[in-house]
């Protein structure tokens, strides 16, 4: 099944500054080093608000201010989201965060200034992240924001920088096969 760049689900929203550890996700489940997102999903934005991930389904969004996901490079948090099937819209991230969310196959539109005003907690939004657009479904209000790159587009779809090492490696099986040892 092809990955749906036109998608609609429900704006959440969190404000500037938002850090990755005790915010995404709280610093207990980045201390304990967890990769598996059945153990870290129960924690997104508890510190934050504990009865938001049981408001979130999949397919999402997470409405952020400026410099989401800031502080510390983990990527526990992120590695969650993806699972869940949650979205990233954001004024700003920080470019090390951007690109963990890009490696993780976490899809992540920004700058996207002013779309904290144009939508409130719980509204039903659709977004392109290949035209940029988002619409506020209940008013029909527009805005648009630069598309994703067609290359991270192109990660995004195939899981992250593992599946699109993957697909590359299933399409040169030349490159698999060991090198010939000389004597």
């Given at each position: 099944m092809a990955?749906?760049?036109r998608t609609r689900g429900r704006?959440?929203?969190?404000?500037d500054n938002f850090p990755h550890d005790g915010g995404v996700i709280t610093q207990q489940m980045v201390q304990s080093?967890?990769?598996?997102?059945?153990e870290l999903i129960p924690h997104l934005f508890e510190n934050h608000d504990t009865t938001l991930i049981s408001r979130m389904k999949p397919g999402d969004f997470v409405v952020a201010g400026r410099n989401f996901g800031c502080g510390k490079p983990h990527i526990s948090g992120f590695l969650a989201m993806q699972a869940f099937g949650l979205r990233v819209?954001?004024?700003s991230v920080p470019v090390p965060v951007a690109r963990a969310m890009m490696n993780l196959g976490l899809p992540c539109l920004q700058p996207?200034?002013?779309?904290?005003d144009l939508v409130s907690e719980g509204d039903e939004i659709e977004v392109d992240f290949s035209?940029?657009?988002v619409i506020h479904l209940a008013t029909g209000r527009e805005l648009s924001?630069?598309?994703l790159d067609p290359f991270v587009r192109n990660t995004i779809e195939q899981g992250g920088l593992k599946g699109a090492l993957l697909h590359w490696l299933k399409e040169h099986p030349e490159l698999g096969e060991p090198a010939e040892t000389r004597a």
């Open positions: 990955f749906q760049w704006a959440h929203l969190l404000g080093r967890s990769t598996d997102p059945a819209l954001a004024e996207c200034r002013g779309l904290r035209s940029g657009q924001f630069r598309a």
